[in-house]
């Protein structure tokens, strides 16, 4: 759900609390659900807590943004923007495909504003399946898959998943064990060993 995006109607409190909470409460909510889903995880966030964090009624969250599931996607969407994301990593052809795809995965989760939220989502995805579908949802689905479809290979999905699998194994080494001594490494050094496993994944017949 992009910003620009209407409210849900028919759901929650009617339109009066939403008047009460002023114009940007939707995304007064959507900061409060990163902060809360970053340093709770998910199960320990409630809709409630979200609310509380945000000084609304519950009722408004329910009314943006529906069930909890929904809020956490949306509280995560803000770090992949897909819409920009794939048009720059495609934009310089196949050549180099694999090192702009890594540069730009790093550079979201070196950035602590949408590193944090994807924390939250990594840390749940391998107990929660709400988590999980989120991560699916917005590193494969929205991101990756949609490279590969435009790329002249073979199992462009498959591909996707391998490059997902490999990018995701990185991120839960460096960032949430903080294995040592990928934990510290250089993003640059980084991408330059990760970029040409990439490439092959995604251009190679």
Do not use: C
């Amino acid at each position: 759900m992009s910003d620009t995006a209407q409210p849900r109607r028919g759901r929650g409190r009617p339109s009066r609390a939403e008047a009460a909470a002023g114009p940007g409460a939707r995304e007064l909510i959507r900061r409060a659900a990163r902060e809360e889903f970053a340093a709770r995880g998910y199960d320990k966030t409630s809709v409630r807590g979200i609310a509380k964090a945000a000084g609304v009624d519950a009722a408004l969250v329910h009314h943006y943004f529906g069930t909890k599931e929904e809020v956490f996607a949306a509280a995560v969407e803000v770090s992949f923007d897909s819409e920009q994301a794939v048009p720059a990593v495609l934009g310089g052809g196949p050549d180099g495909l694999g090192e702009r795809l890594a540069r730009y995965f790093l550079a979201v989760w070196e950035n602590e504003t949408t590193r944090a939220p994807l924390l939250a989502v990594v840390r749940s995805a391998l107990t929660h399946e709400a988590a999980a579908k989120v991560l699916r949802q917005f590193v494969l689905r929205r991101l990756l898959e949609r490279i590969a479809r435009e790329l002249d290979v073979p199992d462009p999905e498959f591909r996707a998943e391998l490059a997902a699998a490999h990018m995701i194994g990185i991120a839960i080494a460096r960032y949430v064990i903080q294995l040592e001594p990928l934990a510290s490494a250089d993003p640059e050094e980084i991408v330059a060993q990760v970029a040409p496993t990439l490439q092959r994944y995604l251009t190679e017949a």
